[in-house]
């Protein structure tokens, strides 16, 4: 299996390793503990005492690897260069089915709040799409980026341009939104919103 490094900073002490099925290159991610511990409780922990991460952190004067086999290498490097504060480094745009992804690996890895500004970004440049199956993408990214805003407006416009089931245009189910959904359509309708 081809392996790629990307050096997020070149004096890293971790190295994330990104490779799955999907893709047959493996992806080690070189980033600096410091800055992935400050801007995410969830590496904050696996790099901890308690995690046998970080204890091969604080054993060794050289690098710990992480294997993170089910998350995509083009979005851990996005999520990196945004903990590591790289912010001109990050993409002006991102597509909406992108955005999804990224969005729940940002949420798997608590560190939402260092996309902050770049997700808002992102979503409003696709706000003018009426394509339903879109839409249904940018609504889930908006609810996992914590955007409310948007995510407010996102379902509005979808109710009122949808004129069918709205789960059925998405090509992924999202549970935590069919209860957000429902309850954009019962307040739309007893609004009587046209």
Same mark, same amino acid.
């Given at each position: 299996m081809p392996t790629k490094l990307i050096h997020i900073v070149p004096d890293g002490d971790v190295v994330l390793i990104c490779g799955n099925k999907k893709d047959p290159t493996t992806h080690r991610i070189c980033v600096a503990s410091t800055f992935l511990s400050s801007g995410s409780t969830v590496f904050k922990a696996m790099l901890g005492e308690n995690f046998k991460e970080g @204890? #091969? =952190? #604080? +054993?060794s004067f050289g690098t710990a690897e992480i294997p993170l086999p089910d998350d995509d290498a083009a979005n851990m &490097? &996005? =999520?990196c260069r945004a903990l590591h504060v790289q912010h001109d480094s990050l993409p002006a745009r991102v597509q909406p089915k992108e955005l999804v992804q990224l969005s729940l690996i940002a949420d798997k890895y608590d560190? @939402?709040?260092s996309l902050r500004f770049a997700s808002e970004v992102w979503i409003k440049h696709h706000m003018d799409t009426t394509?339903? +199956?879109k839409m249904m993408k940018l609504l889930a990214a908006a609810y996992f980026f914590r955007q409310t805003e948007l995510f407010s407006k996102i379902g509005r416009n979808l109710i009122l341009a949808s004129d069918g089931p709205l789960l059925e245009s998405s090509e992924e189910h999202i549970a935590a939104l069919e209860t957000c959904i429902v309850n954009f359509k019962y307040n739309a309708v007893t609004a009587d919103v046209r």
């Amino acid at each position: 299996m081809p392996t790629k490094l990307i050096h997020i900073v070149p004096d890293g002490d971790v190295v994330l390793i990104c490779g799955n099925k999907k893709d047959p290159t493996t992806h080690r991610i070189c980033v600096a503990s410091t800055f992935l511990s400050s801007g995410s409780t969830v590496f904050k922990a696996m790099l901890g005492e308690n995690f046998k991460e970080g @204890v #091969a =952190l #604080a +054993a060794s004067f050289g690098t710990a690897e992480i294997p993170l086999p089910d998350d995509d290498a083009a979005n851990m &490097i &996005i =999520l990196c260069r945004a903990l590591h504060v790289q912010h001109d480094s990050l993409p002006a745009r991102v597509q909406p089915k992108e955005l999804v992804q990224l969005s729940l690996i940002a949420d798997k890895y608590d560190c @939402v709040g260092s996309l902050r500004f770049a997700s808002e970004v992102w979503i409003k440049h696709h706000m003018d799409t009426t394509n339903p +199956a879109k839409m249904m993408k940018l609504l889930a990214a908006a609810y996992f980026f914590r955007q409310t805003e948007l995510f407010s407006k996102i379902g509005r416009n979808l109710i009122l341009a949808s004129d069918g089931p709205l789960l059925e245009s998405s090509e992924e189910h999202i549970a935590a939104l069919e209860t957000c959904i429902v309850n954009f359509k019962y307040n739309a309708v007893t609004a009587d919103v046209r």
